[in-house]
């Protein structure tokens, strides 16, 4: 099982990215799990056509220790899994606690057993890596980390915070930084900006998306491009993006199952 950490600031298109990579790798006829790691859970809504997951922090707060796996867990667009971490009611409680709630309890009720994915995707927000979110990045969990990110300085600011944590846990054994994304948009001096994050963190940019109305065209349709463009020359950078991350995480699986 290879377990990836997908992260970057709110509104990069972090979940839009993981949902078309999930497709991709299930295409592949790769098991995927998806766990929505923001306090807006919509990481997986369009795997769902539009159908939002019922958050694991709302279920835990209503059930307590009569959680079951199947209240977590829907299946999405290509069977991918989904969950969704949740968050607090704004303004209340802390954002992290939905991610170290979820990861736990999908671990108490066996949930890596019971589907066997072959690889797990965590899209979790990157505005901050204290506490919970930064839950994914520890031993047991993920093996990998990846920073989405575009030329916009906020964004670069986001992910070089990311990078930081990352490099600072590495001596905890937790999960390595595998690379660096480009969301482009379009700003200038984009591509030369993230190269020189990724090598100012010794990485690399791994793949570069582009800026495409095909992206809000599928997301109006509740869907990802994947399922609404699969043709389309977007739907084939989601796939090259796929495969290398897939590329550079399988030392810690069995290889593709085709």
Known sequence: MIKIAVYGKGGIGKSTTVSNVAVALAEKGLKVMQIGCDP???????????????TVLDLFREKKQDLRLEDMVRIGYQG????????????????????????EKLKETGAYEVYQPDVVLYDVLGDVVCGGFSMPMRKGYADKVFIITSGENMAIHAGANIAMAVENFKTRGYASLGGIILNRRNVAREEEKVKELADDFKTQVIGTLSHSELVAEAEEEGKTVMECFPGSE?????????EAIYELSKEFGEGWKC
Not at 43 to 48: F, K, N, P
Not at 92 to 102: F, H, K, W, Y
């Open 234 to 242: 977007m739907a084939e950078e989601y796939r090259k993006l796929a």
């Open 80 to 103: 991918v899994i989904c969950v969704e971490a949740g968050g607090p009611t704004p303004g209340l409680g802390c954002a992290g606690r939905g991610i170290i709630t979820a990861l």
């Open 40 to 54: 807006k859970a919509d990481s997986t809504i369009a795997l769902r056509h539009g159908e939002a997951v019922p």
